[in-house]
Structures are given as structure tokens and as C-alpha cells.
Nanobody, 121 residues
Framework: QVQLVESGGGLVQAGGSLRLSCAASGRLFRINAMGWYRQAPGSQRELVATITSSGSTNYLDSVKDRFTISRDNAKNTVYLQMNSLKPEDTGVYYC???????????????WGQGTQVTVSS
């Protein structure tokens, strides 16, 4: 079982910045891709950004040039630097990791508990 723990959410004014972190822990696993998703009240969860183990990234169009995803493979941690935040960025941000568990010999997909990001106008 791979657990994800997120941190870094909070309340910020429009134009401000926040940095989210997500650390994965468990036994004998390899993470392939990690990413961030968000869900606003009354809306479906949407992909914000992903990054592969080799560093390839993908972003939601509305956050390109404002958000940057990065990862530290040695620490099994993914980050999301969010700049120029807008009220429409408000939501619960969830970390996701997909990979392979050597202990159970299965692929896995894990989610964090979510962290609230609120951007005031």
C-alpha cells in the first residue's frame, strides 16, 4: 500500500502564490507518474498537471505559464508551484501517484486526502 500525504494548501489573495507538496510512502514500490487534480464545489475532478519519472509534464490549459509541477524522485515527492493565482483556481487539490508495487506485484494508483486551496478576489 502506497500512501500519499499532501501539504501546502491555504487561503491566498488573487495574484498570490502557493506551493503544494505530496510525499509518497510505503514498502518496495516504484512510482511512474505523479500528478495533481482539483475539484471545485459542484464540479468534477479535473487534471491540473502530471509529471512522469523522466520529467515529462502535462498541464491543464488554464494553468499553463502559471503553475509548475516538479518531483524529487529520491524523496518520492511531487510539488506544484502555483503563481498568479485566480479565484477560479479555488478547490480541493488531490495528489495522485501511479506505479508498481514490488511487495504485492501489482500496479497501483493512489490518492492523497486532498488539501484546500482558496483564492480570494
Amino acid at each position: 500500500q502506497v500512501q500519499l500525504v499532501e501539504s501546502g494548501g491555504g487561503l491566498v489573495q488573487a495574484g498570490g502564490s502557493l506551493r503544494l507538496s505530496c510525499a509518497a510512502s510505503g514498502r518496495l514500490f516504484r512510482i511512474n507518474a505523479m500528478g495533481w487534480y482539483r475539484q471545485a464545489p459542484g464540479s468534477q475532478r479535473e487534471l491540473v498537471a502530471t509529471i512522469t519519472s523522466s520529467g515529462s509534464t502535462n498541464y491543464l490549459d488554464s494553468v499553463k505559464d502559471r503553475f509548475t509541477i516538479s518531483r524529487d524522485n529520491a524523496k518520492n515527492t511531487v510539488y506544484l508551484q502555483m503563481n498568479s493565482l485566480k479565484p477560479e483556481d479555488t478547490g480541493v487539490y488531490y495528489c495522485n501517484a501511479e506505479g508498481y508495487s514490488y511487495s504485492s506485484r501489482t500496479l497501483f494508483g493512489s490518492w492523497g486526502q486532498g488539501t484546500q486551496v482558496t483564492v480570494s478576489s
